[in-house]
């Protein structure tokens, strides 16, 4: 049976508890465990898929098209292991499922509550679908002490009584502050999270302190003193340069051998096997050079919204031993007069997905510029479809060329996507539809050109990538768009959806439909990204 282990979080949000349960999940798997992550969200979303970025981040898309919390990238970048439906819930997930079943007759009469009911639903939520992992790791979000979380934390601590310790740990993760103008460090943060969290019936087992600077063993002490713990169970989680040098703090620190040794594993396996999360902490502390590259978005006020887009250009830049620094440009200021001058000295230019005409001009004006100006351009998912009305306009002549994403236009050339096949099923949507849950999601299978650059990329004719967007490139306009040298190279299997179009006698120009960078890991950076990156260095030699 799986072993169960618990990770909370106090004091305040935005400690990195995410990272902690992934860095965690590598250092298990590196002592040879098979893993897997969950992560239970107590907001009453039903998911994050219509929240907006600037309040939730980025929405993270697994294989089998859920829409989940971005802590699941983390996860997957940690652990290649990837990530299902199974693997995030929320307090509205769960609420809908219990009120469906009181509809149905199914508690026969009974007076549903939270405890047992909402509980009872939690609890077999994170056991389910499982198969012969040796360790699940079950995150849960917000802060200890905030009213959403409590049935979560009630259910957490009913398993930990129903599976025993043998079976189950819980790791808090707190902060212990440094003060400058004290000069030190204070627990009492740390104190009251864990009463807190004792006093709902949980006493952690370890304690994952966040801190600027090393931890004395005295206040290690004190902590373990005033919480109920041994002092080898207070791991300092020491701020570091990379999050892919966390692993290599944890293990340092003793987070992965007090973990073994709770579930009396110590003996059974030598020292984990760190050998790659080396090599990827000393390629980046230590490249061989630098290249710009310019996103044009539209969120770019707040970057978790494109957290997977950060990492798997970190990836890029870690498979060509280069490092990317990244320009964060809002698309919006293209739409003004003689600001294009933002792009110049960028050896790279991508456009990111998005939703709404706020900034596509701007947008279509980065695209020309990377077009004009032979600089390397990558557009994703909102990306492609700029990049096609810019051709459309600017190519082919079809000036009225826009998305029915923004309202009527004359020509079409992006337009709802009301029919596409999943398998052996066809999906249907329509204007009316609601927005939650009503995007091409998940994985699609996606056939290349033979001679394109893409199949060059991915070295097969046929790949698997995962979408979500609610619009499609109009595929009666390809004849229009390839005579004036714009390249169909990806297609969907049944040859009517547009997946991937590039310019041939560009120095490297791709744009996509689906997400790349949901599929990227720091140990397997995505092909698209490892290529993009080249491009740029190939670039910035020519300036």
Known sequence: MSKFIFITGGVVSSLGKGLASAALGALLQARGYKVRLRKLDPYLNVDPGTMSPYQHGEVYVTDDGAETDLDLGHYERFTGVPAKRSDNVTTGQLYMDVLARERRGDYLGATIQV??????????FVKSDLLDEDFVLCEIGGTVGDIESLPFLEAIRQLGNELGREKSLFVHLTLVPFIASAGELKTKPTQHSVKELQ????????????SEVDIPEEQRRKIALFCNIRPDAVIAALDVKSIYNVPLSYHAEGFDNEVCRHFGLLEHFPEPDLSVWRQISQTVAKPE???KVAIVGKYTSLLDSYKSLAEALTHGGIANNIKVEVNWIDAEIFEKDNTIHHLNGVNGILVPGGFGERGAEGKIAAVKFARERNIPYLGICFGMQMAVIESARNLSGILEAGSTEFGECNEPVVGLLTEWKKGEITEERGEKSALGGTM??????CDLTKGSRVREIYGRDRINERHRHRYEVNIDYKDRLEAAGLIFSGMSPDRKLPEIVEIPDHPWFVAVQFHPELKSKPFDPHPLFRHFVNAAVDQSRLV
């Not at 949980?202 to 302190?209: K, R, V």
């Not at 091409?440 to 299978?445: F, H, I, K, V, W």
Request: glycine fraction near 10%; charge should be neutral; proline fraction near 6%.
């Open 289 to 291: 050079g630098s290249v």
């Open 199 to 210: 006093s709902v019936g949980i006493q952690p087992d370890i304690l994952l302190c966040r």
């Open 440 to 445: 091409r999601l998940g994985a699609y299978e």
């Open 115 to 124: 405890i047992p009911h909402v509980t009872d639903a939690i609890k077999t």
